[in-house]
């Protein structure tokens, strides 16, 4: 048993409430992480009891300009729309095909001839012509609505394909941002681990509170975690800017080579 002064006291309470809190948090974050897991891996909650893995930083290095051009190529949203484009396209030309001529060939052959009467022919060709000449100008219309449509999707095209490219350099500048992150938490984690050491030989000597060596630990702990958050949206980002680019497949090619 010991004395602890009131204000200490009372810092402890406050430790203590935001430690319950942060902890509520996580467990329900896990519990989510858990539910999207089992959703994605196509099994029963019941067959994943304790998910665990390593999160270990390495340097994946992306060359932004590449991967830009890579964009313009294989995103996607890009590939649909050049797939609208054509179909709009080809809705065009029949469309336009309508305001021309028509033109048919037709001929027949009879093979059985002996039962043909006197007037009817042993064989017959000819040519057919149609030519809408009035209905309302309604062709016109439906050639200008496709009109309309190409130069939609074209607009689109151009917006689509400067949001992607802003997005690679959004994307590009998180994952610079989180690797400076990750390389400065790397000296503040061994910062609190020297004053974690420092505050124990405090209260080995008398000269510390046991709640000076609490707080340097939470310290410790909290600089790991912010650490582990780091990479963690150090690969997020990398994952998004490979998904982005339409190379989500080349993610899993750096996982594996940088695990191995």
């Given at each position: ?73 294989n ?34 052959y ?34 200008k ?21 802003l ?11 989180y ?6 938490q ?34 410790v ?40």
């Open positions: 048993a010991g004395l602890i002064a009131n204000h200490n006291l009372m810092r402890a309470k406050v430790a203590l409430a935001e430690a319950e809190k942060n902890m509520k948090a996580a467990e329900n974050d896990y519990l989510i992480a858990k539910l999207l897991l089992t959703s994605v891996m196509g099994v029963d909650e019941s067959q994943i009891e304790n998910p665990t893995d390593s999160l270990v930083y390495f340097d994946a290095v992306v060359s932004a300009e590449n991967y830009l051009q890579k964009a313009q190529k995103n996607p949203v890009i590939n649909i729309l050049d797939l609208k484009k054509n179909s709009a396209r080809q809705k065009f030309n029949i469309e336009r095909s309508k305001l021309l001529p028509q033109i048919a060939a037709f001929g027949k009879e093979i059985y001839q002996k039962d043909l009467s006197m007037l009817e022919p042993e064989w017959t060709i000819g040519l057919s012509l149609t030519m809408n000449i009035f209905n309302g100008f309604q062709d016109y219309d439906d050639i609505s496709t009109e309309h449509l190409i130069n939609e999707i074209g607009y689109m095209e151009i917006d689509t394909r400067k949001n992607i490219n997005m690679i350099s959004k994307l590009y500048a998180d994952i610079a941002n690797r400076e992150q990750i390389i400065l790397e000296e503040i984690i061994k910062h609190t681990k020297d004053n974690l050491e420092q505050n124990m030989r405090r209260f080995d000597t008398g000269l510390g509170s046991s709640l000076e060596v609490v707080d340097a630990r939470l310290l702990e909290k600089s790991m975690l912010d650490s582990k958050t780091a990479i963690y949206y150090y690969f997020e980002s990398l994952n998004s800017f490979l998904n982005t680019a339409g190379a989500s497949d080349e993610f899993t090619q750096i996982w594996d080579k940088n695990e191995n």
